[in-house]
């Protein structure tokens, strides 16, 4: 039976979630998934009976990880035979405005011309905001940056803003 290979990679957790997700929507339906944290991936994905990819990264100051286009290069071969389906975890999805989807149509421009790869679908889902995970010049950062959006400030606890049902939506509709 083919299968999926669900890489991410993460720095603070949300995007690692999102990729579980999106393995879990997967095995649910019968279809298996294998779930790969890129950060500790050193080769290269197995090829055989691979039915698709799905790729998640995530934004941190409007750019994402090196890691990702390393992973990519050593990759794409094989991401250039089956459809990749990305997926970003970042901030700017949280907010539904015209300069949010412009925004977000930047990133995913970037990510075409840096790694050579046009998914067969892509999406963006809110991440989070775990404040108590942050050291606290981050965390001083991250509030200030939230603040000018007019978003949650209170660094005593933590945020999420990942639509779960959208992230399944996603698994499920890149299956077909």
């Known amino acids: 039976m083919a ?18 997700a999106v393995a879990a929507a997967l ?3 019968g279809m298996p998934a294998e779930l790969v944290d890129i950060k500790k991936a050193r080769g290269k994905i197995n090829a055989k009976d691979l039915k698709g990819v799905f790729l998640g990264g995530y934004i ?11 992973f990519i290069a050593r990759n794409q071969q094989v991401l250039s035979s089956v459809p990749v389906h990305f997926f970003t975890a970042c901030l700017a999805a949280k907010a539904a405005t ?14 075409r011309k840096v790694s050579g790869l046009t998914p067969a679908t892509a999406a963006f889902f809110a991440g989070a905001l775990p404040y108590t995970r942050y050291n606290p010049i ?14 949650d400030c209170d660094t005593t606890r933590d945020f999420e803003y990942t639509d779960w049902q959208a992230v399944k939506k996603f698994a499920l509709a890149g299956t077909k």
């Not at 100051?61 to 990702?68: E, N, Q, V």
């Not at 981050?138 to 978003?151: C, P, Q």
């Open 138 to 151: 981050v965390r001083f950062l991250m509030r200030k940056i939230s603040e000018s959006t007019a978003g």
């Open 27 to 29: 095995k649910d339906k």
């Open 3 to 20: 299968g999926f290979v669900v890489a991410y990679i993460s720095a603070n957790g949300q995007t690692r979630k999102i990729a579980a």
């Open 60 to 70: 941190h100051a409007g750019k994402y990880p090196g890691g990702l286009f390393r």
């Open 98 to 111: 015209e300069e949010g989807k412009k925004t977000m149509d930047g990133y995913l421009e970037s990510f």
